[in-house]
């Protein structure tokens, strides 16, 4: 099966057609559905069938009973035909599985080194502080303002200092309007940092001392060994001539122009578009827009919205 490896997926999925292409291998599907609630990162809910556990075999080792949610397939015959080549996600919940057999291997092929070191960057930090208000006093945000304040979280290590990014909960019940910026600070041994609140409501925004409002969490690189390996696939697609021939319109022709378009198409096949995914330049044609100056065009300044932070 082909899949694509997601580091920021939680859960790992194949699609409605591909388990119902191989039941015999799956087995039954368990329905969850009402236990288990799984959304897009852009907030929209993900629809899927049930739930099911299978072996899977990577880095030359097998990884048993392995859960994959089975999705439904796309609507859109674009993605659909996608879906056909690539109709697995692998997620974080198995990449945690391949930890441990990651530290006992010396040599990773350099495809999974780069795939298990981004997982460990993301998901094992050793250091996630809470975020509140000092505990001295208030804090008002003015309606419909952005401020930066001091902010107290936990502190780093004696004379270390902590690359964090500042991220708001979710979770957190919080006044109408707030927002706080994602934003990279160092945390020293004070554990006092720099945020910044945004207030986009009509009323002004008072947090008390000691108020939870976010969280922030280190930034670490983790290295492995990684193999170098070169690996050259060739293949070779035949262009139908009469196919592409049917989609232009040339005109009347004869015989003999005919088949030196076709002789035409032919030599420069490499030039066509083999699928939907197959994207490319050309580097023959160039196009110049005359403009009668160069000073630029200035536009009104436009904020960004909070969810695009």
């Known amino acids: 099966m082909c899949s694509l490896l997601d580091t920021g997926a939680q859960v790992s999925t194949i699609t409605e057609s591909f388990y119902r292409n191989h039941t015999a291998d799956f087995g039954d599907l368990v329905d969850i559905t009402d236990m288990l609630r799984i959304s897009a990162a852009n907030g929209g809910d993900i629809p899927y069938l049930g739930y099911i556990e299978c072996n899977l075999k990577a880095l030359g080792y097998t990884f048993e009973n392995m859960g994959f949610l ?16 690539v109709p697995g996600v692998i997620g974080s919940n198995i990449f945690k599985s391949m930890k441990v057999l990651c530290d006992n291997i010396e040599m990773l092929p350099k495809n999974w080194g780069n795939i298990l070191a981004l997982y460990e960057e993301i998901y094992e930090n050793d250091y996630i502080g809470k975020i509140r ?12 303002s952005v401020q930066i304040i001091e902010a107290q ?23 109408n309007g707030f927002a706080l910026a994602s934003t990279l600070v160092s945390v020293t041994d004070t554990g006092r940092i720099p945020v910044q609140i945004c207030n986009y409501s009509n009323i002004d925004i008072n947090l008390r001392p000691r108020t939870l409002i976010g969280s922030a969490t280190n930034i670490t690189t983790r290295s492995f060994q990684i193999a170098e390996m070169n690996t050259q696939t060739a293949c070779s697609v035949d262009i139908n001539s009469n196919d592409i021939l049917t989609k232009m319109e040339v ?22 578009s083999k699928s939907e995914d197959d994207n490319g330049f050309c580097d023959k044609i160039e196009h110049h827009i005359p403009t009668s100056d160069n000073i630029p065009v200035r536009i009104p300044h436009r904020r960004i919205p909070p969810n695009q932070w």
């Open 133 to 144: 208000i000092p505990n001295h006093h208030s804090i008002i945000i003015p309606a419909g």
């Open 251 to 272: 005109g009347s022709l004869t015989e003999e122009q005919e088949q030196q378009v076709r002789n035409l198409i032919i030599k420069y096949k490499d030039t066509f």
């Open 153 to 175: 979280t936990k502190p780093a290590p004696m004379g270390e200092k902590l690359d964090c990014i500042v991220e708001e909960n979710t979770g957190l019940t919080l006044p």
């Open 70 to 85: 089975v999705v439904k397939d796309p609507s859109e015959d674009t993605l659909k035909q996608r879906k056909r080549r």
